[in-house]
């Protein structure tokens, strides 16, 4: 969720078969439902996407390596899917959550407030940090329109009244600004 930006639903859903050649294909994600003896994984469309469409995420080496140590180390469940239950069936995300927090424990972060979400979150900000546009970045993240992305991570966006000066003024004049943009005649 950290190095690709999933939801719940989607790293749940995620198949060793959907890697292929630096990209994780994404074709539909578990939703928990209610049923007359407790809860169930079903198999849902991606959010805000119709039956049949799919999303391709970038997957960075890092990541690539842990899910070799994990295939490794797990094996995958039913139809491949890499975070399957102890049984080897469907894994719900109330487990997923559970096991986050265990973990997170474990690697000594105990008292932060971590979330599964929270792990979205840092992939997104970390994207518009390092420079990746909110255009791509929402793209990545799977969502319908780039205003969500802009409203919630819009203020990360670095230096983006700095860098418009020197890309209006090489446009106005041709060259390359070097100074202040406060020096005379500037404007």
């Known amino acids: 969720m950290a190095g690709c930006g999933l939801r719940i639903g989607e790293v749940l859903a995620a198949r060793y078969a959907g890697f292929d050649n630096g990209v994780l294909r994404l074709r ?27 999303r391709d995420v970038p997957v960075p080496q890092a990541v690539w390596r842990e899910v070799e140590r994990h295939v490794a180390e797990y094996g995958t469940g039913r139809d491949g899917y890499l975070m399957h239950a102890h049984h080897g069936g469907e894994a719900l995300d109330s487990n997923y959550r559970v096991d986050l927090k265990n973990a997170v424990k474990k690697a000594g972060y105990g008292d932060e407030p971590w979330t599964a979400h929270t792990l979205r979150h840092f992939f ?6 390092g420079g990746v546009s909110l255009l791509e970045v929402s793209r990545r993240l799977g969502r319908s329109t780039i205003q969500i992305t802009a409203d919630i991570y819009g203020h990360l966006t670095p230096d983006a009244g700095g860098k418009l000066r020197v890309v209006m003024d090489e446009v106005l004049t041709g060259a390359s600004v070097v100074g202040d943009p406060g020096e005379a005649g500037a404007g």
């Open 124 to 129: 997104a900000s970390s994207a518009i940090a």
């Open 28 to 54: 539909r994600q578990f939703v928990r439902v209610k049923r007359v003896d407790g809860y169930e994984a079903e198999l849902s469309p991606l959010k805000s996407r119709e039956d049949g469409e799919c």
